[in-house]
DNA sequence: GGGATTTAGTTATGAATAATAACGAATACC
DNA sequence: GGTATTCGTTATTATTCATAACTAAATCCC
């Protein structure tokens, strides 16, 4: 049978079949990195919104943990700025980190402006939890990419962030 | 001089040294993929801003207007769920793209509770000029990585999003 | 044929995330 | 010593994303 015509926006399309209704086309977006980068980062926050469900932590808040984790003692503007993070909104961040005993704040004794960021006890052993989930996602990546492809990806990605 | 010790969350830790200042190590997440990936889109999506700015285009929108031109007749709901959008803020999104005259819905003749969308000359003008500024980008993306790396990224990406 | 169910688009609303302005306290500058 | 700058904070707004519920139309199915 002839396929109907359809008057659209003042020009004639051709009216998709049943048969198409599966399958609208993305073409002029699957070549394009910005559109990727999009799909593939919502699909892996995904994966870690599951995957951490039971530690009640997400993306922004392991991040928080573990800069801390690593820098130990540092102010509280450096952690943001280093997360990219702002700092109006790293404050409530960490209001909550605080508020759950996973990260303290201390007045720092040479400028007593900022404050020195550290984890708790529990902070640190929620950390270690953490961290194991999170190799479990990278391990997740690694049987889809394979280890080579991993490593390649990591690096296109931070010199794209760096460069761009 | 020695380095000054702070307690901090009940344990002694060295104070970092102003030689440090610059330096928060993100060595946790330097070898993230969902970390990279954040970052990555992050600064992606800021370069799309600023090359986007004068034909005040959001990603969305632009994603949205190609879509349509590829596949001009098909349903509302069916653009929406190939671009991933939820049917509700899908609405406002064409509401926006209608009110300024760039694409337009039509109440299908075969099921009259369905639109069918498809770009107005207009709209069909604004993508042809948006589709120029987004192969700027992208060769901005090749002239930093390469193209051969370029290819194996969003088809890493792509490959990620869909089996993650 | 006619009532129950499902689907498409919409509205309203709420949660989460992100950006901006402005303030007090402390420090740095000169 | 007075001005300017920095740090953390509050308040506020904008943007993005998700959920529930409604209407109109189509489908199911007996």
Redesign the interface.
């Known amino acids: 049978m002839a396929r109907?015509s359809?008057k659209?926006?003042?020009?004639e399309?051709?009216?998709?079949e049943d048969g198409d209704?599966a399958a609208?086309?993305?073409?002029?977006?699957?070549?394009?990195?910005?559109?990727?980068?999009?799909?593939?980062?919502?699909?892996?926050?995904e994966?870690?919104g599951r995957r951490f469900a039971a530690l009640n932590l997400s993306?922004a808040q392991y991040?928080t943990l573990?800069?801390i984790?690593?820098?130990?003692?540092?102010k509280q503007s450096?952690?943001s700025?280093?997360?990219?993070i702002q700092r109006p909104n790293f404050v409530v961040l960490m209001d909550e980190l605080e508020r759950r005993g996973l990260?303290?704040r201390?007045r720092?004794?040479?400028d007593r402006r900022s404050n020195?960021l550290?984890?708790?006890?529990s902070?640190v052993e929620l950390l270690k939890r953490a961290?194991a989930l999170?190799g479990e996602?990278?391990a997740?990546?690694e049987a889809?990419?394979g280890g080579e492809?991993?490593k390649?990806?990591?690096a296109?990605?931070?010199?794209?962030?760096?460069?761009?």
Do not use: C, H, W
């Open positions: 109907r359809l659209l926006a003042g020009r399309i051709e009216e998709p209704a609208v086309e993305l073409i002029s977006l699957s070549d394009i990195v910005g559109y990727a980068l999009r799909r593939a980062q919502m699909a892996v926050f994966d870690f993306p991040s573990a800069t984790g690593d820098n130990p003692g540092r450096e952690i700025a280093a997360l990219g990260a303290e201390t720092s004794g040479d020195a550290a984890l708790t006890a902070g961290r999170q996602q990278e997740a990546v889809i990419l492809e991993r390649t990806l990591v296109a990605l931070r010199k794209l962030a760096r460069e761009i």
